[in-house]
Every structure is written in structure tokens, then in C-alpha cells.
T-cell receptor, first 115, second 116 residues
Framework: DGGITQSPKYLFRKEGQNVTLSCEQN?????MYWYRQDPGQGLRLIYY???????QKGDIAEGYSVSREKKESFPLTVTSAQKNPTAFYLC??????????????FGPGTRLLVL | AQKITQTQPGMFVQEKEAVTLDCTYD???????LFWYKQPSSGEMIFLIY??????QNATEGRYSLNFQKARKSANLVISASQLGDSAMYFC?????????????FGSGTQLTVLP
């Protein structure tokens, strides 16, 4: 079955530590996205990538980094510079033909907690 | 200014009844798309329905329909014959046509509870 997988489901970070969240898709989608969700709020875009080896900052990119070495994979690193990383992180992908009707499909999410 | 506004933090509906979740949006683009997603307690965002700014008919998908009033800039989700499994958070989102960004802009959501 095609879909998006995220791991781990829960992640704990110590002060000063970098952690990496995994996102893999087998939908053959070109575009991938990372969103952050805080309690009681909607999603905010961290980074997105339309093609391998290229990515763009979203609204809240500070303290995060990404890579896109393979079409299927778009890992997100939460660096020690992100002072308030506790949140729910959602990865999404889409075909990316550029139309407004393009639907983004989401993975199950990773909940990051700071120890 | 908020681009997507959902004014109902929480809603209750009796099982088998219909419910309308409100969404208003703000954009100066002529071409845009409006989406509704469902987020159960498990966290995954599930795509429900899409409405394009040029679509003349209201979108429908099974028990979901979208009441699109372009002049009022509203895109309300109507769920008919509510089921207990419909209890979840519902988000309205918009994608605008201008610019290279591909992001969806989300509202703050409405928590729907279906009562037996």
C-alpha cells in the first residue's frame, strides 16, 4: 500500500541535543513538507521540497534543518537552536504539478517532547 | 490578518444529525483552493474534500459537502448523518495561486463531538 511513514512515533530530546525525525513516502510524489502543530492550533509550515537536493524555508524554519537526498525521504532535524521544540510534527507529500487543487497527504506524525 | 478563520473551537452534534463547521478565508488571489481535513485523536490528518475558486458547483464527497459562498469568502463543511467516528478535530485550509510557495494555510480547527 502507498503511503507516508514517520518515525519514531514519540521522541524525547534532552537540552542541547539535535534530533532527527524520519519521513518516507512511496507515493512517487515530488513535493514533501514538514509542518509543526502546537496544542489547540493549526499547522505551520517549517520546510518544503519540490525536488531532490532542493528545499525552501517555510514560516517557522529557524532552529530546524532538512535534507532531500532521495525522492522518497525528507528527514527533519530539530537542532539545539530550536528553543521550544515540544510539538507534534507532521510530514506531507504531494504530486507537485503546481495547481491550487493539489492535495497534500499526511503521515501519522511524530510527537517530540523535551526532557 | 488571519487567512483562515474557524470561529467554532468546539461543536456538539447528536448522532445521525447534520452539522455545519464554519470557515472563512481571506485572499486577494483569483485562483485558490480550499481544503478540509479531519484529525482524529491519533493525530493523522485525513483529507476530506476540496473546492476550487472557479468551481461553480459545491463539492461533495459522500457524507461531506462544502457550502461555498465566494462573495462571502466562506467555505463551510457540512457533515450529514453524523456518526460517532466523526468525532475529531476538523481543519479548513487554503492554497493560493500566486507565488511559488506550495504551502497550505490552516485555520485553528474545530473540535467536533458526536453524541450517542
Amino acid at each position: 500500500d502507498g503511503g507516508i511513514t514517520q518515525s519514531p512515533k514519540y521522541l524525547f530530546r534532552k537540552e542541547g541535543q539535535n534530533v532527527t525525525l524520519s519521513c518516507e513516502q512511496n507515493l512517487n510524489h515530488d513535493a514533501m513538507y514538514w509542518y509543526r502543530q502546537d496544542p489547540g492550533q493549526g499547522l505551520r509550515l517549517i520546510y518544503y521540497s519540490q525536488i531532490v537536493n532542493d528545499f525552501q524555508k517555510g514560516d517557522i524554519a529557524e532552529g530546524y534543518s532538512v535534507s532531500r537526498e532521495k525522492k522518497e525521504s525528507f528527514p527533519l532535524t530539530v537542532t539545539s537552536a530550536q528553543k521550544n521544540p515540544t510539538a507534534f510534527y507532521l510530514c506531507a507529500s504531494s504530486i507537485d504539478w503546481g495547481g491550487v487543487q493539489e492535495t497534500q497527504y499526511f503521515g501519522p506524525g511524530t510527537r517530540l517532547l523535551v526532557l | 490578518a488571519q487567512k483562515i478563520t474557524q470561529t467554532q473551537p468546539g461543536m456538539f452534534v447528536q448522532e445521525k444529525e447534520a452539522v455545519t463547521l464554519d470557515c472563512t478565508y481571506d485572499t486577494s488571489d483569483q485562483s485558490y483552493g480550499l481544503f478540509w481535513y479531519k484529525q482524529p485523536s491519533s493525530g493523522e490528518m485525513i483529507f476530506l474534500i476540496y473546492q476550487g475558486s472557479y468551481d461553480e458547483q459545491n463539492a461533495t464527497e459522500g457524507r461531506y459537502s462544502l457550502n461555498f459562498q465566494k462573495a462571502r469568502k466562506s467555505a463551510n463543511l457540512v457533515i450529514s448523518a453524523s456518526q460517532l467516528g466523526d468525532s475529531a478535530m476538523y481543519f479548513c485550509a487554503m492554497r493560493e495561486g500566486q507565488g511559488s510557495a506550495r504551502q497550505l494555510t490552516f485555520g485553528s480547527g474545530t473540535q467536533l463531538t458526536v453524541l450517542p
